[in-house]
């Protein structure tokens, strides 16, 4: 059983992944992205700030516990959450970087902190190399990624100090794997109200399922990996409206709270047999999340005003850039995902029916991929168009 401080930690994960999501969506474009990522990735940062900026930084992140604990509590979850064991059907990984510009000094227990809690190696590069340093950067993005994000960074400003990088990896084969005999192409009704084709995949066996008044959610486990005697496990989650153009009547209801609610009645459903009709699809996606972040309050850390004192001695250093890439492929067998955080920082119901329930995703739907132990959103994407 988690304690007060874990749980604190991974309801400030959480909500920031869904208040991040109503920033980053847009209308009829697809969706995809890691907030547990860029928590990590922005965590890092928050070990070097003070003051007003370490202030903003703990009402946007919705950081609950002093510095020193809330680093710790991190540490622990990001431990629970790296896999200790693979096979090559499910996987895992979070991995951190920091990169510093030789010659530039960083205190002592702004180094310990990224260390030891964040588990990063620390690397001096000669910035002024720009395209050594940069292919040894992407070349670690790509192997922690598998490939799947091979570049973060193009090129390296001669301002910057240090990058600070986190790359989550998962994959993961479906405890019920689709036929592919079975995936055929059928209509997909976008939000405008066109159809166009889709493989569509299907299979009819027991799932964890929930019919609200609105929207449908069914979970959909991967294949668990045992470590220490205990089956880790990762789920999809997905909010299928009922309507093909009530997405965004759902997304403006959307809450940390609310899904939380929503999870947890799923939960205690008992499974039943249902017929579920799901799309293949691929989405590729990058973004610049300096204004998403500023629009949700953090604004300072990205000023010459920053209070970034606990990084090093120098006095004017702010975070220029925060860039986000992410891939997600959904098949037959099961799902594959990365995402990659860089920030630079610079100076200046009962029993089975007779009939089952139909989960037919032909239109809009929001997912999630969800750690089952700790509950933390991995991934979070809406799907608008699959085969766009």
């Known amino acids: 059983m988690r304690n007060e401080k874990e749980e604190g930690l991974i309801k400030a994960t959480n909500t920031f992944a869904i208040e991040l999501y109503h920033q980053l969506s847009k209308p009829e474009e697809n969706l995809f992205f890691s907030p547990f990522s860029i928590f990590t990735a922005l965590s890092m940062v928050y070990a070097g700030a003070r003051g ?3 202030n ?82 992407n070349n670690w993005v790509a192997e922690q990624t598998k490939g799947k994000i091979s570049n973060i960074i193009d090129s390296i400003d ?18 019920n794997t689709f036929d592919k005999n079975f995936t055929k192409e059928e209509n997909f009704t976008l939000a405008s109200g066109e159809k166009i084709m889709v493989p569509m995949m299907r299979q009819t066996r027991n799932f964890t399922y929930l019919d609200d008044d609105k929207f449908q959610i069914l979970e959909m486990p991967y294949k668990g990996t045992l470590i220490s005697g205990t089956t880790k496990r990762v789920n999809m989650v997905i909010f299928l409206p009922k309507q093909f153009n009530k997405l965004p009547l759902i997304e403006s209801q959307l809450t940390f709270e609310k899904m939380e609610v929503y999870v947890s009645e799923l939960r205690e459903q008992y499974m039943q047999r ?38 090093s001695k120098e006095p004017v250093i ?67 168009n699959p085969i766009e």
């Open 56 to 137: 903003q930084m703990e009402k946007t992140l919705h950081i609950p516990l002093e510095q020193h604990h809330f680093h710790r509590a991190l540490k622990k979850l990001l431990r629970i959450l790296g896999s200790e064991e693979t096979n090559k059907d499910n996987e895992l990984s979070i991995a951190n970087l920091l990169c510093v510009k030789e010659g530039y000094d960083l205190l002592e227990k702004f180094l310990w902190s990224i260390e030891d809690n964040y588990n990063a190696p620390i690397w001096k590069l000669n910035f002024s190399l720009v395209r050594e340093s940069s292919a040894k950067i």
């Open 52 to 54: 007003s900026t370490a």
């Open 318 to 384: 702010f975070i220029s850039d925060v860039i986000h890439k992410a891939f997600v492929e959904v098949n037959e067998r099961g799902t594959e995902a990365a995402a990659v955080t860089a920030i630079s920082v610079v100076g200046a119901s009962i029993g089975p029916r007779k009939e089952p329930p139909v989960f037919r995703a032909d239109h809009p739907f929001i997912f999630l991929i969800q750690d089952s132990q700790t509950k933390t959103i991995l991934f979070i994407g809406k799907v608008m």
């Open 274 to 311: 249902v017929r579920v009709f799901f799309p293949r699809f691929t989405i590729q996606i990058s973004y610049k999340l300096t204004k998403a972040l500023s629009d949700l309050g953090l604004a300072l850390v990205f000023t010459k005003n920053a209070d970034l004192s606990a990084i």
């Open 158 to 175: 001669p301002e910057m100090r240090l990058i600070l990088i986190n790359a989550i990896y998962f994959k993961g084969m479906w405890e």
